[in-house]
């Protein structure tokens, strides 16, 4: 599959995984405004991917920026800076890869270089980190494989693949690597309420590339772990606290907690750009509160009776005692995730 995200001739290009499954349509964005609200309406979503994303926010903002200092466009910067945080809390990974940016255009001011090389290291870092994401899943892949079954089932939730990413995935990497390595793996993909990412994202993704999956609603992993039809669980993570709980898609808890009791190991696909070893544990993770219509709307369509009190905390956050192990591009990291993830 093509990149999920792109620079090409000073544009970000995004696959708009809103039109996913139905059409495979690119979107060109010239300005940092058009990717800031790609990564609010979720056109581009996925922790790594968003992270990508608002660096390369960045760099279109100096491309078309008319700064005649660098002062000035560090400045600008700065400020495009503090839009593209501002669409979306929940997943490090946005924040990591914004300051990442704006540390390298301060390096550059610091350096005194001119306006121009300003421009051409952003560019150049923005190139670099779209390499880097994808060799980064690769990597997570190959560690990850050896922990699933030489043949068995296995739950995801959410879409933590190709998509989530500039491509192969973090979960779904662990999956395709297995796969790559002559592993006969099925996959059973949680639908994912109420985006719908599971059955919309996860299962298109692997129906293209003939890893067998079946999608089946949220609340049939509970029974469909108690007849001992799962062997493992592998998902993705938007923020990774310091002890090691872990913040992704809402409903990740409760597959977690349901693992945990029928004994059948949890394990967490994510990029050390994930771990935020700022935050002692999970409760202090920002959130994100979506839109209600998500929840009392399916596809454009209202379900829910009028009048209905409604919440939808977009994500939520899994204790570390429910996780077996956090694969990452360098190595499983197991308990003792204080010390173990540091
Ligand atoms: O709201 P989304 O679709 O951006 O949420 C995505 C997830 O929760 C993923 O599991 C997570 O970002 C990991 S992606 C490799």
């Avoid at 400045?75 to 490090?92: F, I």
């Avoid at 540390?103 to 001119?114: I, Q």
């Avoid at 597959?255 to 409760?283: K, M, R």
């Avoid at 994100?288 to 219509?293: A, D, Q």
Wanted: a negative charge; aromatic letters at 4%.
């Amino acid at each position: 599959m093509q990149r999920t995200i792109d620079y090409k001739n000073g544009k970000v290009i995004v696959i708009d995984q809103t039109r996913i499954p139905h059409e495979l349509v690119e979107l060109e964005m010239p300005d940092y405004e058009s990717v800031a609200d790609a990564i609010k309406t979720m056109k581009v979503r996925g922790a790594p991917a968003i992270g990508v994303a608002g660096a390369l926010g960045i760099v279109v903002a100096a491309r078309h920026s008319s700064a005649s200092d660098p002062k000035s466009l560090y400045e600008e910067l700065e400020q495009a800076g503090d839009t593209l945080k501002k669409t979306r809390p929940t997943a490090v990974n946005l924040f990591w890869g914004i300051d990442r940016m704006l540390d390298a255009a301060h390096a550059a001011l610091k350096a005194e270089s001119n306006v121009d090389d300003m421009k051409h290291a952003l560019e150049s870092l923005g190139k670099l980190m779209l390499q880097e994401d994808e060799d980064i899943c690769r990597r997570i892949g190959s560690h990850g494989a050896s922990l699933l079954p030489q043949n068995g089932d296995v739950l995801t939730h959410c879409n933590a693949g190709a998509l989530a990413c500039v491509g192969y995935g973090t979960a779904l990497g662990v999956i395709r690597a297995a796969v790559e390595a002559g592993k006969r793996i099925h996959v059973y993909a949680d639908e994912t309420r109420p985006r719908l990412q599971g059955m919309k994202l996860t299962c298109f993704e692997l129906v293209r590339d003939n890893i067998p999956v079946t999608v089946i609603s949220d609340n049939m992993a509970g029974s469909f772990m108690r007849k001992g039809k799962i062997d493992c669980v592998v998902v993705g993570a938007d923020r990774i606290a310091a002890n090691g709980d872990v913040a992704n898609k809402i409903g990740t808890y409760s597959v977690a907690v349901l693992a945990h009791h029928h004994g059948i190991p949890f394990y967490v696909a994510a990029p050390t750009s994930t771990i935020d070893l700022s935050l002692a544990n999970g409760d202090d993770t920002p959130i994100e509160e979506r839109s209600h219509e998500e929840v009392t709307h399916i596809d454009g369509h209202r379900i829910a009776p009028m009048g209905v009190e409604v919440v939808n905390p977009s994500f939520d956050v899994t204790p570390a005692a429910y996780v077996n192990a956090i694969i990452t591009e360098k190595g499983i990291v197991y308990p003792p995730y204080k010390k173990n993830l540091r």
